[in-house]
């Protein structure tokens, strides 16, 4: 918010006081992550491993060799998440970005890991990313039903083709439904449920032989069990 406050050069109390509150939640949750975590560190310290192994090494890397930042950022596996996130809408978040500044720390937090785009779309980790993306949206469909004169060519060619470009986004929503999705898999599912079922007992005597103190090294299929 305080970023948006700048951009939209808003008084200070809509740039500081944001900016301090999210610092401190910031500072704070990161260090009561580190003391319920057994490891005593963050979580997922590991998926940013490739600039160091604590994060004050993380940290001191990133400001000093922001090279490396940048190259991970600008890598195809990130250019193909954020497709992944925009073609469900054609884009139009594009339209009014600034919006999508209030979501940046938490892409950048996905950008900066080295996970396969496919997971992370395929995972709830983006969610925190949806409000802000369809905020956008809405903003720009807003600005694109408006009656005055738009500046921008592209926003009056979308005008001028409404039909088109309508019907161009029931087909991405769709698509990104079916590709996206776990509907396909869910209804694979239940028409293979008598195929699955030495798979799924296999499954519930190896979980039956897991203790509550036990370190376990398991497939996604098995994390609603574990």
Same mark, same amino acid.
């Given at each position: 918010?305080?970023?948006?406050?700048?951009?939209?050069? =808003? =008084?200070? =109390? %809509?740039?500081?006081?944001?900016?301090?509150?999210?610092?401190? %939640?910031?500072?704070?949750?990161?260090?009561?992550?580190?003391? #319920?975590?057994? &490891?005593?560190?963050?979580?997922?310290?590991? #998926?940013? +491993?490739?600039?160091? +192994?604590?994060?004050?090494?993380?940290? =001191?890397?990133?400001?000093?060799?922001?090279?490396?930042?940048?190259?991970?950022? #600008?890598?195809?596996?990130?250019? *193909?998440?954020?497709?992944?996130?925009?073609?469900?809408?054609?884009?139009?978040?594009?339209?009014?970005?600034?919006?999508? #500044?209030?979501?940046?720390?938490?892409?950048?937090?996905?950008?900066?890991? !080295?996970?396969?785009? &496919?997971?992370?779309?395929? &995972?709830?980790?983006?969610?925190?990313?949806?409000?802000?993306?369809?905020?956008?949206?809405?903003?720009?469909?807003?600005?694109?039903?408006?009656?005055?004169?738009?500046?921008?060519?592209?926003?009056?060619?979308?005008?001028?083709?409404?039909?088109?470009?309508?019907?161009?986004?029931?087909?991405?929503?769709?698509?990104?439904?079916?590709?996206? +999705?776990?509907?396909?898999?869910? /209804?694979?599912?239940? *028409?293979?449920?008598?195929?699955? !079922?030495?798979?799924?007992?296999?499954?519930?005597?190896? /979980?039956?032989?897991?203790?509550?103190?036990?370190? /376990?090294?398991?497939?996604?299929? *098995?994390?609603?069990?574990?």
């Amino acid at each position: 918010f305080g970023i948006l406050g700048l951009v939209e050069r =808003r =008084r200070w =109390r %809509w740039i500081i006081p944001p900016f301090v509150v999210g610092a401190l %939640w910031l500072v704070g949750a990161t260090l009561l992550a580190g003391h #319920l975590n057994p &490891t005593g560190s963050y979580k997922f310290i590991a #998926l940013y +491993s490739w600039l160091g +192994s604590t994060q004050s090494e993380i940290i =001191r890397h990133a400001l000093l060799e922001p090279w490396r930042v940048l190259r991970q950022l #600008l890598n195809i596996n990130n250019i *193909f998440l954020a497709a992944g996130l925009l073609v469900p809408l054609i884009g139009l978040p594009l339209l009014r970005a600034k919006y999508l #500044l209030l979501g940046a720390l938490v892409a950048l937090q996905l950008f900066l890991t !080295q996970v396969s785009a &496919t997971i992370v779309l395929q &995972t709830h980790y983006p969610a925190l990313l949806l409000p802000f993306i369809f905020i956008a949206a809405a903003a720009a469909l807003s600005e694109l039903t408006q009656k005055q004169a738009v500046a921008s060519r592209l926003k009056s060619f979308i005008i001028s083709q409404k039909q088109i470009c309508s019907i161009i986004l029931v087909v991405a929503i769709l698509y990104s439904f079916v590709t996206f +999705s776990p509907a396909i898999a869910v /209804v694979q599912r239940l *028409f293979q449920q008598g195929e699955n !079922q030495g798979v799924v007992a296999a499954e519930r005597e190896a /979980v039956a032989t897991v203790s509550p103190s036990d370190s /376990v090294v398991a497939s996604f299929s *098995f994390l609603p069990a574990l």
